[in-house]
């Protein structure tokens, strides 16, 4: 499965949060300081968004103490990532 591009908009309009985290070598490679953007849906379960290719996975941890990743499912598309957010939170797929 080919997973299409989902822009930065879409996915803060989301709920996701992005954590900034400076590397020099990071930046003088990219142009753009390296960024942490995700969205917890449970305790366990989260997704990550990455600025570089601009695809979104979601993730089974272990714990929050280790972060140990147990599962990994690539998400299609914008309305796939929609559908397992109101799944998980309950909203309205009526989002746009």
Not at 53 to 69: F, Q, V, Y
Request: aromatic letters at 12%; hydrophobic letters at 35%.
């Amino acid at each position: 499965m080919k997973q299409e591009q989902i822009d930065y908009h879409h996915i803060i309009s989301l709920g996701f949060t992005e954590q900034i985290a400076s590397d020099s070598v990071y930046f003088n490679e990219f142009g753009y300081d390296y960024a942490i953007i995700t969205k917890w849906l449970t305790k366990k379960i989260y997704l990550d968004w990455t600025k570089d290719e601009r695809i979104c996975n979601l993730h089974r941890i272990d714990s929050p103490k280790t972060c140990n990743i147990l599962a990994t499912m690539q998400i299609k598309n914008l309305k796939h990532l929609q559908q397992i957010i109101n799944f998980y939170t309950n909203q309205d797929e009526k989002r746009n």
